[in-house]
């Protein structure tokens, strides 16, 4: 070889080399989804796991089924990476043991309606009653056993799936066919967003809400983490977990979370609210000027330093602190959930809200248009 071709060679080479560098570090690893099986339903259909996760070790594991988000990692400030969220590590878990909805898509009415009934257009309706007498988180058959159709998106700084169901006319009770859709995206600034929407062919009424169960710590219970709600007001229930339909303000009871202040702080309080509770398990009314995304709340864990923003364009968010929670369920990881081992944020429109004219309508007709949104954004401290 002459000096003009070795020359040629080695610049044929090096400008191999430099494509080669250029390919790998446009496809790095920013953002990704992968798809992997996650076992059958009793009727055989295939369930699909999807896990969302970007460069900063957030991770999301979201299953075809119930569109439950089955596992949430989260850095702490040191950048440990646990999982925060409570489930099961299969789906037989989900499947077999009458799960408390952890990580699921809640529908097609989140949260409880008294007696099962209500009325629309001069017509009374039966839902089916799946908890002492009322309707709870849509029925015996919910938004949270069914299996959802999946669609892999990709944003500039986002990943994400959307999932869609056709509720049939008449599922539990409900008027109309309701096609309803749940878009999870994964954002490179470690927000996880809940895009829902929905149309119905008949009038109907519609609340749509995700049921994650936090633990920011990674185990042990939720007390110590220091909650802020931004709401002055919140809604008192009957013995029967029922809105009475008054909307009450939170000052000077234990239900003020106006500033931050830990879960357990007053948690057991000889109350009538936390009592009929049996701690938090209530709607709080937020404070808000219009229907646009903001602040419903916030959560930080001391320990970790890890923290939860809860945004969202709907007027209540539902508190729960896990009092249903009794150590039999044998979680991710083989962890016991005890009473209190996880807290859940539920944004949503009111409980039993079509029995309560005071309260915001959750009524859709055709050719309306459900949105709402919801963003769960982790950050440290
Ligand atoms: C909601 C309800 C609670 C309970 C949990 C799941 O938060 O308000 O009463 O049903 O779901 O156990």
Same mark, same amino acid.
């Given at each position: 070889?002459?000096?003009?071709?070795?020359?040629?060679?080695?610049?044929?080479?090096?400008?191999?080399?430099?494509?080669?560098?250029?390919?790998?570090?446009?496809?790095?690893?920013?953002? *990704?989804?992968?798809? *992997?099986?996650?076992?059958?339903?009793?009727?055989?259909?295939?369930?699909?796991? &999807?896990?969302?996760?970007?460069?900063?070790?957030?991770?999301?594991?979201?299953?075809?089924?119930?569109?439950?988000?089955?596992?949430?990692?989260?850095?702490?400030?040191?950048?440990?990476?646990?999982?925060?969220?409570?489930?099961?590590?299969?789906?037989?878990? &989900?499947?077999?043991?009458? =799960?408390?909805?952890?990580?699921?898509?809640?529908?097609?009415?989140?949260?409880?309606?008294?007696?099962?009934?209500?009325?629309?257009?001069?017509?009374?309706?039966?839902?089916?009653?799946?908890?002492?007498?009322?309707?709870?988180?849509?029925?015996?058959?919910?938004?949270?056993?069914?299996?959802?159709?999946?669609?892999?998106?990709?944003?500039?700084? =986002?990943?994400?799936?959307?999932?869609?169901?056709?509720?049939?006319?008449?599922?539990?009770? &409900?008027?109309?066919?309701?096609?309803?859709?749940?878009?999870?995206?994964?954002?490179?600034?470690?927000?996880?967003?809940?895009?829902? =929407?929905?149309?119905?062919?008949?009038?109907?009424?519609?609340?749509?809400?995700?049921?994650?169960?936090?633990?920011?710590?990674?185990?042990?219970?939720?007390?110590?983490?220091?909650?802020?709600?931004?709401?002055?007001?919140?809604?008192?229930?009957?013995?029967?977990?029922?809105?009475?339909?008054?909307?009450?303000?939170?000052?000077?009871?234990?239900?003020?979370?106006?500033?931050?202040?830990?879960?357990?702080?007053?948690?057991? *309080?000889?109350?009538?609210?936390?009592?009929?509770?049996?701690?938090?398990?209530?709607?709080?009314?937020?404070?808000?000027?219009?229907?646009?995304? =903001?602040?419903?709340?916030?959560?930080?864990?001391?320990?970790?330093?890890?923290?939860?923003?809860?945004?969202?364009?709907?007027?209540?968010?539902?508190?729960?602190?896990?009092?249903?929670?009794?150590?039999?369920?044998?979680?991710?990881?083989?962890?016991?959930?005890?009473?209190?081992?996880?807290?859940?944020?539920?944004?949503?429109?009111?409980?039993?809200?079509?029995?309560?004219?005071?309260?915001?309508?959750?009524?859709?007709?055709?050719?309306?248009?459900?949105?709402?949104?919801?963003?769960?954004?982790?950050?440290?401290?």
């Amino acid at each position: 070889m002459n000096k003009l071709n070795r020359l040629l060679v080695l610049l044929l080479v090096g400008f191999g080399f430099l494509l080669l560098f250029a390919q790998v570090s446009s496809t790095a690893p920013e953002l *990704q989804i992968r798809k *992997q099986p996650f076992g059958t339903t009793n009727e055989k259909k295939p369930v699909e796991l &999807y896990t969302l996760s970007n460069k900063n070790g957030v991770e999301a594991g979201i299953i075809t089924y119930g569109g439950i988000v089955v596992s949430l990692k989260l850095p702490d400030r040191k950048g440990t990476v646990r999982e925060v969220t409570l489930g099961y590590d299969s789906l037989d878990g &989900y499947l077999k043991n009458n =799960s408390p909805y952890f990580g699921a898509l809640i529908g097609r009415y989140a949260n409880r309606i008294g007696n099962g009934r209500f009325s629309l257009g001069g017509r009374e309706y039966r839902l089916a009653t799946n908890s002492n007498g009322s309707h709870l988180h849509g029925g015996n058959q919910g938004f949270d056993k069914a299996v959802w159709k999946a669609t892999e998106v990709r944003g500039p700084k =986002s990943v994400g799936l959307k999932l869609d169901y056709v509720s049939p006319d008449g599922e539990e009770g &409900y008027p109309g066919t309701l096609s309803a859709t749940a878009v999870y995206t994964l954002t490179t600034d470690n927000e996880l967003r809940i895009d829902y =929407s929905a149309t119905t062919d008949r009038d109907t009424i519609v609340n749509l809400t995700n049921h994650a169960y936090f633990n920011l710590a990674g185990d042990g219970n939720i007390l110590k983490h220091r909650l802020m709600i931004n709401a002055d007001r919140f809604t008192p229930i009957s013995e029967a977990f029922i809105p009475t339909g008054e909307v009450r303000s939170v000052k000077g009871t234990p239900m003020d979370f106006t500033k931050p202040t830990a879960i357990g702080a007053r948690i057991n *309080q000889k109350d009538e609210q936390l009592i009929r509770g049996n701690g938090y398990d209530h709607n709080w009314v937020l404070n808000r000027k219009d229907n646009k995304l =903001s602040l419903a709340a916030r959560v930080e864990e001391p320990t970790s330093g890890r923290v939860l923003e809860v945004l969202t364009t709907e007027p209540g968010v539902q508190f729960y602190t896990g009092n249903f929670l009794d150590g039999t369920i044998k979680g991710i990881g083989g962890k016991v959930y005890q009473q209190r081992a996880g807290f859940c944020l539920e944004t949503q429109h009111f409980p039993d809200s079509p029995n309560h004219p005071n309260f915001p309508s959750t009524v859709l007709k055709p050719g309306q248009k459900y949105a709402t949104t919801t963003v769960y954004k982790f950050s440290v401290q």
